[in-house]
């Protein structure tokens, strides 16, 4: 069996923010939107189901949590959570906040418009922000 890494892609788009017990949190690097990735560490995991019965449980727990710490934050319209995986074949689950007035709305984000890099400062900020919340 093959150890766990993280994808490159997933590497080179976001940014680390936290630890979870089975997911590794990351911000994507997009100010388009305030975007969490969760990664599970699970080496191999294509989908969902090739998770145990237990860490699909803390997987939707963990989703939970960082929905939740989005919502805390940043007041969304509506949260978006997604597992895709079309372009990246590692599990990972995109939580997304979303608002009204934002530049894809009410369109998935995906191809709608090109991603907006953070501010070298902003992304330590947010990253602080989002590290605070989730620990609680």
């Known amino acids: 069996m093959n150890a766990w890494h993280l994808h490159p892609q997933l590497a080179d788009d976001s940014t680390p923010v936290i630890e979870l ?35 699909r449980t803390q997987l939707t727990a963990e989703i939970d949590t960082a929905a939740r710490a989005l919502k805390a934050l940043f007041k969304p319209d509506k949260l978006n959570v997604a597992a895709l995986g079309n372009l990246v074949p590692q599990l990972h689950v995109h939580v997304i906040a979303r608002y009204h007035t934002d530049i894809a709305w009410p369109r998935p984000v995906w191809g709608a418009a090109n991603a907006c890099p953070y501010a070298p400062e902003q992304l330590v900020d ?11």
Do not use: G
């Not at 969760?38 to 191999?44: E, G, Q, S």
């Not at 947010?126 to 609680?136: D, E, G, I, N």
């Open 21 to 55: 017990a089975l997911c590794e949190v990351r911000l994507m690097d997009d100010a388009n939107h305030p975007w969490l990735i969760l990664i599970p560490k699970v080496a191999d995991a294509v989908e969902i189901i090739d998770l145990s019965p237990a860490q």
């Open 126 to 136: 947010r990253v602080r922000q989002l590290r605070t919340q989730l620990a609680r």
